[in-house]
């Protein structure tokens, strides 16, 4: 039997690199967001930014939570699941990871003057189109490398696992050619006339995506099972069982009012129970277990909310208003952010203790569930009274104050979470020079 290749040779930090990008995004995005809370405050202060005002900005904050600080944790989820450290193709992760960020760059640029195809995540245009979808081949040329080297030199490496991690591959090969096909604004129109909106189906599908991961989660942070395996086989099979019935729903355009719809949207419900039993079925280390209650409290919350909100009567005065923000920043501020978190901390390991302080996991938490509160309060008064938002009043400020305040305690963590991470990679660094 071969050894392993990546017994007696020193790893290349590629994790470390991956956690620092992803919060230099957040970073970014996050004080982009208070520019933007600030503008809804004082409406006035997009005259001094000339071109560059509210409406360009917006996409800037949305793409940048999303590309940047929502998708670079699950890439240095996916360096770990592909070992891309003890192999070879090491030295080019780094590149890689630049070149994400330098497309991403590239990106914002492109949007605030003004190219944009105008659909929500898909603004890519002009260069930027081509760009970043070269940036994630970039990757997935990395991870195969690593795969590649560690295919006939490793036998530890089962049939299972390199027929999963080759499927793997085969799916995220289609993503580069997806974003630049998807941004293509003759595919579907900005505003589809066509369809009401999202429907029961389309959202248990896309969670659905959501659930997969999470379901794959334990096994690229190399967890083991610590208990029984009833819990493992129950989630797999409400799984198999929820792709079925999406499958069953259909893609047509359908009223959330027919029974159907929010029925099938609710199967998602048991889910508040079984990913806790699920989770906990795995040997965790004990610095990742305050993420992990968190994680799982954002996602107990963003399920139930989510389904009483799209039910007959709710949505209607629910939709278009603040209280739409709020369960947004629910998803990504509170359950995604939670989760990357606690990606991270599994994937960085104990010694390296970038996301270990009380002070900021109650600054972010904290800011978080009050900025939620106030886009729901602001949506209750807002679905009675559609003026609420637009006219500048007392209590309107007050909550908008109230949420630029949030979004602050929320920037002060990452500033303190990316000068842990800056501080953590020197050393890594002289570490391996002094070697």
Not at 96 to 104: D, R, V
């Given at each position: 039997?071969?050894p392993d290749?990546?017994?007696?040779?020193?790893?290349?930090?590629?994790?470390?690199?991956?956690?620092?990008?992803?919060?230099?995004?957040?970073?970014?995005?996050?004080?982009?967001?208070?520019?933007?809370?600030?503008?809804?405050?004082?409406?006035?202060l997009?005259g001094?930014?000339?071109?560059?005002?509210?409406g360009?900005?917006?996409?800037?904050?949305?793409?940048?939570?999303?590309?940047?600080?929502?998708?670079?944790?699950?890439?240095?989820?996916?360096?770990?699941?592909?070992?891309?450290?003890?192999?070879?193709?090491?030295?080019?992760?780094?590149?890689?990871?630049?070149?994400?960020?330098?497309?991403?760059?590239?990106?914002?640029?492109?949007?605030?003057?003004?190219?944009?195809?105008?659909?929500?995540?898909?603004?890519?245009?002009?260069?930027?189109?081509v760009?970043?979808?070269?940036?994630?081949?970039?990757?997935?040329?990395?991870?195969?490398?690593?795969?590649?080297s560690?295919?006939?030199?490793?036998?530890?490496?089962?049939?299972?696992?390199?027929?999963?991690?080759?499927?793997?591959?085969?799916?995220?090969?289609?993503?580069?050619?997806?974003?630049?096909w998807?941004?293509?604004?003759?595919?579907?129109?900005?505003?589809?006339?066509?369809?009401?909106?999202?429907?029961?189906?389309?959202?248990?599908?896309?969670?659905?995506?959501?659930?997969?991961?999470?379901?794959?989660l334990?096994?690229?942070?190399?967890?083991?099972?610590?208990?029984?395996?009833?819990?493992?086989?129950?989630?797999?099979?409400?799984?198999?069982?929820?792709?079925?019935?999406?499958?069953?729903?259909?893609?047509?355009?359908?009223?959330?009012?027919?029974?159907?719809?929010?029925l099938?949207?609710?199967?998602?419900?048991?889910?508040?129970?079984?990913?806790?039993?699920?989770?906990?079925?795995?040997?965790?280390?004990?610095?990742?277990?305050?993420?992990?209650?968190?994680?799982?409290?954002?996602?107990?919350i963003?399920?139930?909310?989510?389904?009483?909100?799209?039910?007959?009567?709710?949505l209607?005065?629910?939709?278009?208003?603040?209280?739409?923000?709020?369960?947004?920043?629910?998803?990504?501020?509170?359950?995604?952010?939670?989760?990357?978190?606690?990606?991270?901390?599994?994937?960085?390991?104990?010694?390296?203790?970038?996301?270990?302080?009380?002070?900021?996991?109650?600054?972010w938490?904290?800011?978080?569930?009050?900025?939620?509160?106030?886009?729901?309060?602001?949506?209750?008064?807002?679905?009675?009274?559609?003026?609420?938002?637009?006219?500048?009043?007392?209590?309107?400020?007050?909550?908008?104050?109230?949420?630029?305040?949030?979004?602050?305690?929320?920037?002060?963590?990452?500033?303190?979470?990316?000068?842990?991470?800056?501080?953590?990679?020197?050393?890594?660094?002289?570490?391996?020079?002094?070697?």
């Amino acid at each position: 039997m071969n050894p392993d290749p990546s017994a007696g040779q020193s790893k290349t930090d590629v994790l470390g690199p991956a956690a620092w990008h992803s919060l230099a995004w957040l970073l970014i995005a996050n004080c982009v967001g208070l520019l933007l809370a600030i503008l809804l405050l004082f409406p006035g202060l997009n005259g001094v930014l000339g071109e560059w005002t509210y409406g360009r900005w917006m996409p800037v904050h949305l793409n940048l939570q999303l590309y940047g600080w929502c998708s670079l944790p699950l890439v240095g989820w996916l360096l770990k699941v592909y070992r891309v450290d003890a192999t070879p193709a090491a030295r080019w992760s780094r590149p890689a990871l630049w070149a994400w960020s330098a497309a991403l760059a590239f990106g914002a640029v492109s949007w605030l003057t003004g190219h944009t195809g105008g659909k929500l995540f898909l603004d890519w245009q002009g260069y930027a189109r081509v760009l970043f979808p070269l940036a994630t081949f970039m990757l997935w040329l990395v991870l195969a490398w690593a795969l590649r080297s560690r295919w006939s030199s490793d036998q530890s490496v089962t049939t299972a696992e390199r027929v999963a991690k080759v499927f793997g591959l085969i799916v995220l090969l289609s993503v580069p050619a997806t974003l630049y096909w998807a941004a293509d604004p003759k595919i579907y129109p900005p505003v589809n006339p066509d369809t009401g909106g999202p429907t029961g189906a389309s959202l248990l599908e896309s969670t659905l995506g959501i659930v997969s991961v999470l379901l794959l989660l334990p096994y690229g942070c190399g967890r083991k099972l610590c208990g029984g395996k009833e819990f493992l086989y129950a989630a797999w099979a409400l799984f198999a069982f929820e792709i079925a019935l999406s499958l069953s729903l259909g893609r047509d355009n359908a009223s959330h009012r027919l029974p159907l719809q929010f029925l099938g949207l609710g199967s998602l419900l048991p889910w508040i129970v079984l990913l806790p039993l699920y989770f906990k079925s795995f040997n965790w280390p004990d610095h990742s277990r305050l993420w992990l209650n968190a994680l799982l409290f954002w996602w107990a919350i963003l399920l139930a909310s989510a389904w009483t909100i799209f039910l007959p009567g709710l949505l209607d005065c629910f939709k278009f208003t603040d209280g739409l923000v709020g369960h947004s920043h629910m998803a990504m501020a509170g359950f995604v952010s939670s989760m990357n978190i606690f990606v991270m901390v599994n994937l960085l390991g104990e010694k390296r203790q970038v996301f270990a302080s009380r002070w900021a996991f109650a600054a972010w938490q904290g800011g978080a569930l009050g900025y939620i509160m106030a886009m729901f309060f602001a949506g209750s008064i807002e679905g009675r009274n559609p003026a609420f938002s637009f006219v500048p009043g007392e209590m309107r400020d007050g909550i908008y104050l109230f949420r630029l305040v949030c979004g602050a305690l929320m920037t002060a963590a990452v500033v303190y979470w990316l000068w842990r991470a800056t501080q953590m990679n020197r050393a890594v660094v002289a570490m391996g020079q002094s070697k």
